[in-house]
């Protein structure tokens, strides 16, 4: 039996979320304020059955309208509900335990369900309350405010007395005018993502009767079913040796003793004595801890150079005084030497922190003699906290194994975890399948949440790109998950580079977290199902790529297509016929095109300007603009290059590439396009990579013949392409240089401005301040 899928209605910003979850280890990821931990407080509020830990605020900003709808007498308007759906996997041998939750005798399955609502009790008359509440304020404010010469309140006339609407009123009455209540729901009348029919009517289980006449609450149903433990985020561990502001009486007491009785350093006998129970003492905590240090053991503490645990007590006159501090955790450095526990660092502390609750919370489940829940699910937030990242991986493998189940036992009785994490890490160990994705959806004031399930992109992603993707993000990083926006960058000069071109021309993106991946353009194609599920918006900065095509006549009867599973070179297939370029050693002017009898190959690295010139880019042609002709490419409008979220309903997508600039230099002027980023930004910043103070960016062409600029540019294109030439080694050494004396390649630039404005628009204020100061300045 495992609790296979939880659907939150209307709670804070879980509009309507359906997770399903892994019968053993869930793994719940999303940017910040996503929605993770609500989950984890939906279930808190719900299990605990008291409506006095509800308030007003966990009612979702969406439905929140609809209070004063109902209270402004709209059509078909009612006060809003909160909504859990418990829906639990059982075999033939749980059936005994979910009989109160079959909907008919004649039910057949594998999933039963019962639904948690925070209702109101009746909102007719919750309506007159507030009615009658709001007509006895205003009319005790009218009877104590004096009237003015005039004859009119001598009150402010804008302030309105609580409560102000029936929001105002359900802020204070909402433990009055709601309550919990329970349903069972059928199967049969949901679809296959959970979501039930139009005309499902759930069977309410009463307080006093459940469906198959026990006296038993919904409260005592779900209790019997489900023990739902949490770990949260705020372990509250640090390094200072300062205690809590509360202290409880003993504490009082050990100080006072301390300070003012007789310390008896000079009675040996009890001593002796306390010696003699110390010894009694340190060997009953070495059995009890015993199994709990080899749980430790098994997440690779203590390794091979830090020091083992011992639980040793710590009996002295002083300390028996207050009982908390009576056995503590200490390190043994060798048989001779111990230091107390304060002596280790936050991220061992951490670990020994959830070992040790995981295996407290464990054991009080399976400790409970009498009707104990056949399931356990375990809540732990943010596991990661201060543990390195090998740490992190250890713990994600072993947390089950710390939560095992005696053999008599695990045919009965099961647990499950749900992590929540920012751990790129953890991901690492997992995969996709255990992933639960919260989206922040596009709502504006009204933020909402969906989840999506990673294991059904993984079940419906397609080979190679499936494995390509979780292959490629163990070997890099998965912070993907956990990103306002991700930029998908050509490759490792713009992952270097583009921090500082960020700060130049999108400065305020360095309030987003953004993920910047280095994909190359042979492979960026590859990420598009998973950008398109995950709904995250995307930039692309990539290459032209250009390379001798076909004239049209030809081409229709040649195929180029390029190898994807290569990312180093150029690769075409034309007429079945293998191309491939070769880098060959070149001096700074040497044409690296390959030629034949017939002139250079279809296929080789050429010009942008080329005549018939296509794309090696598999990203340009297979997602976006979805075209191959350099030409088309260059002629391409800002909506070609778009996927806006709202035509997709998937993913706001944009891709920028090289596009035509203008040079200049001295008299002379060029209408050009860089094939790289390299050559966009060495046509774009001509005069000042000519310079020799900048020959360590290794772009400076001889120019001892007095070239032409059409010359320069022809000998900039060739070294940059040949294979000498150290791309990583140019932006270390751009890295190095005053960055107000070059300016941004154009395409970059209108990149970023886009993303800026997509993830952190300008406020409304400034955006017109700005617009009236550029109208002054025209």
């Not at 350093?265 to 009890?288: G, I, Q, W």
């Not at 959830?354 to 399976?366: R, T």
């Not at 992109?457 to 990103?483: G, I, S, V």
Request: proline fraction near 4%.
């Amino acid at each position: 039996m495992h609790l296979n899928t939880i659907r939150i209605q209307n709670f804070r910003r879980l509009q309507d979320v359906v997770i399903d979850l892994e019968e053993d280890l869930s793994i719940f990821v999303g940017a910040n304020n996503s929605g993770k931990t609500s989950v984890a407080q939906a279930l808190q509020l719900f299990l605990s059955s008291s409506r006095e830990k509800f308030s007003i605020h966990d009612i979702s900003a969406s439905v929140r309208p609809d209070i004063e709808a109902f209270a402004n007498g709209e059509d078909a308007a009612a006060l809003p509900e909160i909504s859990v759906d418990l829906w639990f996997g059982v075999e033939a041998a749980d059936l005994h335990r979910v009989i109160d939750l079959l909907p008919s005798l004649s039910w057949q399955g594998n999933y039963v369900g019962i639904r948690i609502t925070f209702s109101p009790i009746d909102a007719d008359a919750t309506l007159a309350r507030f009615q009658e509440a709001q007509a006895t304020a205003l009319a005790a404010m009218a009877a104590v405010a004096p009237a003015n010469t005039n004859g009119n309140n001598g009150a402010d006339e804008d302030f309105v007395p609580s409560p102000k609407s029936l929001t105002d009123f359900l802020t204070t009455e909402l433990k009055r005018e709601y309550e919990l209540r329970y349903f069972v729901l059928d199967k049969a009348k949901f679809n296959d993502n959970f979501y039930e029919l139009a005309s499902h009517q759930p069977l309410q289980i009463l307080p006093d009767k459940g469906p198959t006449g026990k006296a038993r609450s919904g409260k005592d149903i779900v209790n019997s079913l489900i023990c739902v433990d949490f770990l949260q985020a705020q372990r509250h561990l640090s390094d200072s040796s300062g205690g809590s502001r509360t202290e409880e009486l003993s504490r009082h007491l050990s100080r006072f003793y301390k300070r003012n009785l007789e310390k008896r350093s000079d009675d040996y006998e009890a001593m002796r004595a306390l010696s003699e129970s110390e010894k009694l003492m340190n060997a009953h905590l070495e059995d009890v801890f015993s199994e709990t240090l080899d749980q430790l053991s098994k997440l690779g503490y203590p390794g091979l150079t830090n020091p083992s645990l011992k639980i040793m007590s710590d009996l002295n006159p002083t300390v028996l005084m207050g009982s908390q501090d009576g056995a503590q955790v200490h390190y043994v450095l060798d048989d001779n030497l111990t230091l107390p526990d304060k002596y280790n660092g936050l991220g061992f502390k951490n670990l020994i922190y959830m070992v040790v609750e995981l295996l407290d919370l464990h054991n009080q489940w399976m400790d409970i003699v009498d009707k104990r829940p056949p399931l356990h699910l375990v809540f732990v937030e943010e596991p990661e906290a201060h543990l390195h990242a090998q740490l992190q991986q250890v713990f994600v493998n072993k947390i089950l194994d710390i939560l095992t189940i005696d053999e008599e036992d695990a045919h009965s009785y099961y647990s499950q975890v749900v992590l929540t994490t920012h751990s790129a890490h953890i991901l690492y160990e997992r995969g996709f399948r255990p992933i639960r994705y919260f989206r922040r959806e596009h709502g504006g004031a009204l933020q909402s949440t969906s989840v999506l399930n990673l294991s059904e992109f993984y079940a419906t992603t397609q080979n190679p790109t499936r494995d390509f993707l979780e292959r490629y993000l163990k070997l890099t990083h998965c912070d993907l998950f956990f990103a306002d926006a991700v930029i998908l960058v050509e490759g490792n000069v713009e992952r270097l580079l583009m921090p500082l071109m960020i700060e130049r021309i999108a400065p305020r993106l360095k309030e987003a977290y953004l993920s910047v991946l280095e994909i190359g353009g042979a492979f960026g194609h590859r990420f598009q199902t998973l950008i398109e599920f995950l709904g995250i918006t995307t930039l692309i900065i990539t290459d032209l790529d250009s390379v001798r095509g076909l004239p049209p006549a030809q081409e229709e009867a040649a195929i180029i297509e390029i190898n994807p599973e290569d990312n180093t070179s150029d690769l075409a297939v034309v007429s079945n016929e293998v191309v491939e370029e070769d880098e060959v050693e070149t001096d700074e002017y040497e044409d690296i095109d390959e030629e034949d009898d017939d002139g250079p190959k279809v296929g080789s690295t050429c010009r942008v300007e080329t005549l018939h010139a296509v794309t090696s880019n598999q990203t340009l042609v297979q997602w976006l603009p979805g075209e191959n002709h350099i030409e088309n490419l260059l002629t391409a409008t800002a909506e070609n290059k778009t996927q806006t979220y709202e035509n997709s309903g998937s993913a706001t997508v944009r891709v920028c590439y090289q596009t035509q600039v203008t040079v200049t230099r001295g008299e002379e002027s060029l209408q050009l396009t860089g094939r790289t980023l390299e050559e966009a930004f060495a046509f774009e910043n001509l005069v000042w990579s000519q310079d020799m103070a900048n020959k360590d960016l290794k772009i400076r062409v001889k120019s001892s013949d007095t070239p032409t600029l059409a010359v320069t540019t022809e000998r900039l294109h060739k070294r940059i392409h040949g294979k000498s030439f150290k791309k990583t080694d140019f932006a270390l050494a751009l890295l190095t240089k005053d960055q107000e004396f070059w300016v941004v390649p154009n395409y970059i630039r209108e990149g970023l401005e886009w993303l800026q404005t997509e993830v952190t628009p300008m406020p409304a204020q400034a955006s017109n301040n700005n617009s009236a100061n550029q109208e002054e300045a025209a």
